[in-house]
């Protein structure tokens, strides 16, 4: 969601983005909508073709208690 909203102020496309981060559009259309969960490298490299911070990005971790992202050990 985070991403898709900062790609959209940027004006750029799925297409573009995916280009300038050197991914294929498939992969970012799949971050896009939660199906898969970046690496590090992959938050880096759009974080740069976007023009922004990494924590713009991943500032889930400002609203949510970590716990809760996390599942619970047995």
Not at 6 to 29: F, H, I, N, Q, V
Not at 31 to 50: D, H, Q, S, W
């Amino acid at each position: 969601e985070r991403l898709r909203e900062l790609r959209d102020k940027r004006g750029e496309t799925t297409r573009s983005l995916a280009e300038l981060a050197g991914m294929s559009y498939t992969s970012l259309s799949d971050l896009e909508r939660g199906i898969k969960t970046p690496t590090l490298a992959t938050i880096v490299r759009l974080a740069l073709a976007l023009r922004c911070k990494v924590t713009d990005l991943v500032d889930v971790f400002n609203k949510h208690d970590l716990a809760t992202l996390v599942p619970r050990r047995k």
